[in-house]
């Protein structure tokens, strides 16, 4: 569904997302790197647990929340990633005090 444009120029990374490896660019966010890899699904919903994806793409509507090196309810969609990063599919509310 997404392709990314022809190569930039940027430096390749390496991000862990849920155990997996995947493969980034710098200068990517972690949602734009997500749906670059073929992944939609980023958080489950803390009401009926619906899988949710990214949608604005600009941090407007919170669809995009994830747990990024061990900090939950991070916006994917305004995080850029680094080499090495943690990433994982958030699931329902995040507890407070973590």
Request: aromatic fraction near 4%; hydrophobic fraction near 40%.
């Amino acid at each position: 569904m997404f392709k990314r444009l022809p190569d930039s120029g940027a430096e390749s990374l390496t991000i862990t997302v849920d155990g997996a490896r995947i493969a980034a660019r710098e200068g990517d966010s972690v949602a734009a790197a997500l749906l670059a890899s073929g992944r939609v699904v980023c958080r489950a919903s803390a009401v009926s647990d619906a899988p949710r994806s990214p949608y604005c793409m600009m941090g407007v509507c919170f669809e995009c929340l994830m747990t990024i090196d061990g900090i939950g309810n991070r916006q994917a969609c305004l995080v850029r990633v680094a080499e090495g990063m943690r990433v994982e599919t958030q699931s329902g509310a995040r507890e407070f005090g973590r």
